[in-house]
């Protein structure tokens, strides 16, 4: 079972990317599939989930407005549309996958991350 994840790069302020997880193994379609990220020297953190009842989504303060999750259930596949990027987005983007039933606060699957940097 793999998550792979893909996009991310070197691009300026106000720029835009497409990130892309492509999970393969298994079928993650009854999985909540989320995007995380973790800056240097900080913690990771939440940054967006799209539920797999409900396709709900949801997303971090810090990037609401500006972020916009999708999911390709047919292709296995999680995407993260960054629009209005700051230098403060700068980290490595993890996605993630639970089982939606899942009782644990701990996600299951977790890709190897795509550094995404931000130049002011």
């Known amino acids: 079972v793999q998550l792979q994840a893909s996009g991310g790069g070197l691009v300026q302020a106000g720029d835009s990317l497409r990130l892309s997880c492509t999970a393969s193994?298994?079928?993650?379609?009854?999985?909540?599939m989320a995007w995380f990220r973790q800056a240097p020297g900080k913690e990771r953190e939440f940054v967006s989930v799209f539920t797999y009842r409900g396709r709900k989504t949801s997303y971090a303060d810090s990037v609401k407005d500006r972020f916009t999750i999708s999911r390709d259930f047919g292709k296995n596949a999680v995407f993260l549309q960054m629009n209005d990027l700051k230098p403060e987005d700068t980290a490595v983007y993890y996605c993630a996958a639970k089982h939606f039933a899942s009782k644990s606060g701990e996600y299951d699957y977790w890709g190897q991350g795509t550094l995404v940097t931000v130049s002011s």
């Open positions: 193994g298994r079928s993650f379609s009854t999985y909540n």
